[in-house]
């Protein structure tokens, strides 16, 4: 279970789930592990029987409709942006929901637990690798865009708005990228400074110039062949 720390893995390990998840992301969308855990400490508010392992969205939403009823019946809360990204697998989400019901059930908090930053998109990942590598708009809308995400919203108008947000974000992003580049190219140029006033000069443009009293002329003497008169007629 990577993305998880020790002391909440074990504690999964402890409820001995149905099935042992291996990828969280994917096994906790479902919301049928999510339940499971609950039951384990409310068993007569979360009753087994009436939740899917199917992984359709609609399997998904039936399943998240009811735990969310369930929770709000006990007067527990579960962040629903966190709960969002698991449906949708957002990278991080399904793994900070865990923590939160870790929390919510046993009363600690995880001992690596860090301040959760409700941002699951790939920016970060994006950043980590090298401009050639980074993805184009239409990668990025595929990435941040789930299709299931599409299948919750049925208005076209609705969805294109969130892809034209994506696609504005990539290109501020590559924009800003490019800066950086240009600027640090502009550094290694050998010979070359910033002016204060942010322009560019040359170090040569800083040497005085040279005085014309110093300068020095040679005579060049040319021989040329002397020109040969036609004959008279």
């Not at 087994?48 to 929770?71: C, E, P």
């Not at 939160?100 to 637990?113: D, E, F, G, M, S």
Request: net charge positive; aromatic share 6%.
């Amino acid at each position: 279970m990577t993305g998880l720390p020790r002391d909440v893995t074990r504690w999964l390990q402890s409820l001995e789930l149905t099935v042992q998840s291996l990828n969280v992301r994917r096994d906790f969308s479902t919301g049928y592990h999510v339940a499971e855990m609950f039951c384990r400490y409310y068993p007569r508010d979360f009753q087994m029987h009436a939740y899917s392992r199917g992984a359709s969205f609609s399997a998904k939403q039936d399943n998240w409709n009811k735990i969310l009823r369930t929770v709000q019946k006990l007067h527990l809360q579960l962040t629903e942006k966190l709960v969002y990204g698991t449906i949708h697998c957002k990278p991080g989400a399904a793994e900070m929901l865990v923590q939160q019901v870790y929390t919510i059930l046993t009363k600690h908090r995880p001992r690596t637990a860090q301040n959760p930053e409700l941002d699951f998109s790939d920016q970060k990942y994006q950043q980590l690798l090298p401009p050639a590598a980074r993805s184009t708009a239409s990668t990025a809308v595929k990435s941040n865009l789930r299709k299931t995400e599409v299948m919750a919203v049925s208005d076209l108008i609705a969805n294109g708005r969130r892809a034209e947000a994506i696609i504005c974000k990539h290109l501020q992003d590559k924009e800003l990228t490019d800066r950086e580049r240009s600027n640090k190219s502009i550094k290694r140029m050998t010979g070359n400074e910033l002016s204060p006033d942010g322009k560019l000069s040359s170090v040569l443009c800083l040497q005085p110039p040279l005085s014309v009293a110093n300068l020095s002329y040679k005579t060049i003497k040319v021989n040329q062949p002397a020109r040969r008169l036609p004959p008279s007629c």
